[in-house]
């Protein structure tokens, strides 16, 4: 694993990415918080909150958390009662909570005692649309003499915010919906079938491994297996106004493996 992060002058906080791969192609975003022995506000879990939901379970993850508190030291905005304490400990807490029907929708700041997280917890009435992620990205064909180049896809559920518009500023994610994947044609050159050759995406899991290096016997002209395809996420409940199951796309180059890569020890050791 290797890391690329970036650190405030005052070393409390780092951000950046932790990865691995043949082209390091998995990984992870990160923010990391200094202890500092005061209460920390790291997460809330469930993320997303739907309007009307009632009697939920909630828990704020953390650091140095209060275990002796009351009901109203907890603010999460507008529209969202907080019932109960179910568990505290420093390091999580565990509330049930309401959501109004006229909650505003978004994402909002959660507060405990003057200690924030901002944008914590995003409240909304309904998945308007899927976006697949990373919405442009590039996979290596490998296998035989170089390494796969794979690609993990996930699908995001989004609302089209205020306006009602999709692919809007004011549009903003809701939550990583559960979704059946598979590949489709992009159509650049007559009788190219690049999807019938670049590789194979998992129904289940979204990650996408690429076929080996050619040539290819199969292939017209005896081509490399490289190409174009979309990805196409297909939600496994998430419906639209017409009750169609909700389909996001995204488009993938498979190509051919690096050949020859270039290195400097000093900065990759």
Do not use: C
């Not at 109960?84 to 420093?90: G, L, M, N, R, Y």
């Amino acid at each position: 694993m290797r890391e690329t992060m970036w650190f405030a002058p005052d070393q409390t906080k780092g951000t950046g990415r932790w990865y691995w791969g043949e082209y390091h192609e998995f990984g992870l975003d990160v923010m990391l918080t200094r202890e500092t022995g005061t209460p920390i506000l790291a997460l809330v879990s469930p993320a997303a909150l739907q309007s009307s939901a009632q009697q939920i379970q909630i828990h704020l993850y953390g650091d140095a958390l209060p275990t002796s508190f009351s009901l109203q030291d907890i603010d999460m905005g507008g529209g969202v009662t907080v019932r109960k304490i179910v568990s505290a400990t420093p390091h999580e807490i565990v509330l049930t909570v309401d959501v109004a029907a006229n909650a505003t929708p978004g994402a909002r700041n959660v507060a405990m005692r003057g200690t924030v997280l901002p944008q914590g917890l995003t409240i909304y009435s309904h998945i308007d649309y899927l976006k697949v992620t990373p919405q442009t990205s590039l996979a290596h064909l490998g296998g035989i003499k170089y390494g796969k180049g794979y690609q993990q896809f996930s699908a995001e559920g989004w609302s089209n915010g205020p306006d009602g518009k999709s692919g809007t500023s004011d549009d903003f994610l809701i939550k990583p919906v559960p979704a059946t994947w598979s590949l489709a044609e992009f159509s650049t050159v007559a009788y190219d079938d690049d999807v019938q050759f670049v590789g194979a995406i998992n129904p289940v899991t979204g990650l996408f491994t690429p076929n080996v290096e050619g040539p290819n016997t199969k292939r017209r002209f005896m081509r490399n297996n490289y190409g174009e395809v979309w990805v196409v996420g297909t939600a496994k409940t998430e419906k639209d106004a017409n009750g169609t199951p909700l389909v996001g796309r995204s488009y993938l180059v498979t190509t051919v493996p690096a050949y020859k890569r270039w290195d400097q020890p000093e900065v990759s050791q």
